[in-house]
Every structure is written in structure tokens, then in C-alpha cells.
């Protein structure tokens, strides 16, 4: 037998057990909170190539409550759960299936992490599959003249970022950090920083985001655009 499908046994009209197959939908609606709804959906947008931005746009939603949802903040409707499941092309049982979040060592070949294209780049999840607490790791391509807004950007824990290929500025609470491959930066993620890209050509980043409180995702606020 196939693991995570839930199974029930009744009798039958002849006092015969029969075998009741029960979906991972059905398991977890039963079961309460077994299954984390929202960090499934983000997983599953994330695998799809989605910023949560996009997911907006394309499935009607309002970002704020697809934020909501994927923090754990609020519980979606099923005719939520519906929308987001066809725009992700994927069958709304998909978000109560168990995750991966429980492995203890995550390897990931090079080309077979995902991805998901925002409006300045590409993010790369390089932790996907381990409970996101204390860090966030990601390679970030920005695209030529790309910059993050003139909104300076605040969040919780630290930040730290290693310039791989071009050329990042980095504005740290009004001073300026100019990033060469090599170079590093780590400050405290409540000072408003802003980030971009000066380079004709694209520029790639290892950045690992440290929130103090893994409902928050400072993620969204670098790249949901």
C-alpha cells in the first residue's frame, strides 16, 4: 500500500469489512492541523516558478490575503483552495498532502531547485524541503538595472549577502554598500535597506534571509513584486 492514503474500514450491508479509501484532503480536514496548508501552497507556488505576486494576479486573488494564508495568519475558504489549485494546475488535495519539511539534510543538484521568476530576476530556494526557521538561503539573479523601490524594505532577524557575479549596491540605513564578486554584507534586517542592480548585465547573489519569527517572510518583501 501506497503511503499517505488514509484508509478506513466499515462493514458492509453482509457484516463484511470493506475497505473506505480516504484522500489526503478528507485525512487532514478530520484530523485538524496536521498538514500546514499555507506552507504547502507556498511550496507548491515556489516549485511552480510563482511569486506570490503572480499567483495574484493570475488567480484573482488579493496578494495580501495569499500572504496571509501562506504565513498561517488566516485559513482559506475552499473556493480559495480551488482557485489557487487550478492557477497552479495542480488538484486541491495536492495542499493537504505531507510535505517534506521533516528531512534533516536537504542536496540539491545543480539545475533541480525551485524556482520562480519575479518582476527584477529569478529566485532559487536553496533550502526547500527543511522547516524554514532561522534562515532562508537563496540565489537571487537580478536582471540588468534592477532595483528594489525607492520603499526601503524592513524586516525581522538579519540579512546576509555574497555577491557572486556583477555588481549590487546595497543602501543600509542611508549608507551605501557597493558589492563586487566576493564580497560580503550582514547587517540587522530592521534598518531600512534597499537593494540594486547598476550593472547592463545580469548579477547574481547568495543571499540567506535569518527571520526571527518564521511566519514572516522577508522574502516577499525583497522579490514579490
Not at 478528507?26 to 505576486?53: F, Q, T, W
Not at 500572504?67 to 475558504?77: A, F, R, V
Not at 489549485?85 to 525551485?114: C, H, M, W
Request: glycine share 8%.
Amino acid at each position: 500500500m501506497k503511503a499517505g492514503k488514509p484508509i478506513s474500514i466499515a462493514e458492509g450491508s453482509q457484516g463484511r469489512k470493506r475497505v473506505i479509501k480516504t484522500s489526503p484532503m478528507e485525512a487532514a480536514l478530520k484530523n485538524g492541523n496536521d498538514v500546514d496548508v499555507g506552507r504547502r501552497i507556498r511550496e507548491v507556488r515556489m516549485g511552480s516558478g510563482y511569486s506570490i505576486r503572480a499567483l495574484a494576479q493570475l488567480s484573482k486573488l488579493n496578494v495580501n490575503t495569499l500572504s496571509l494564508i501562506e504565513n498561517g495568519h488566516t485559513s482559506p475558504s475552499v473556493s480559495t483552495l480551488q482557485l489557487i489549485a487550478q492557477t497552479l494546475q495542480v488538484p486541491i488535495s495536492t495542499f493537504f498532502e505531507s510535505s517534506q519539511n521533516d528531512r534533516k539534510v536537504v542536496y540539491q543538484p545543480e539545475g533541480k531547485r525551485p524556482r520562480a521568476t519575479f518582476t527584477h530576476g529569478v529566485i532559487e530556494d536553496l533550502g526547500a524541503g527543511m522547516t524554514r526557521f532561522g534562515a532562508e538561503p537563496l540565489i537571487v539573479t537580478l536582471k540588468p538595472k534592477a532595483e528594489s523601490g525607492k520603499t526601503p524594505i524592513v524586516h525581522t532577524g538579519r540579512e546576509f549577502v555574497y555577491c557572486l557575479e556583477g555588481h549590487i549596491t546595497y543602501q543600509v540605513d542611508e549608507e551605501i554598500y557597493q558589492l563586487s564578486p566576493g564580497d560580503s554584507l550582514m547587517f540587522e534586517a530592521y534598518l531600512p535597506h534597499r537593494w540594486q542592480n547598476h550593472d547592463k548585465t545580469a548579477s547574481r547573489l547568495l543571499l540567506v534571509l535569518c527571520p526571527m519569527d518564521e511566519r514572516d517572510q522577508p522574502s516577499e518583501r525583497h522579490f514579490g513584486k
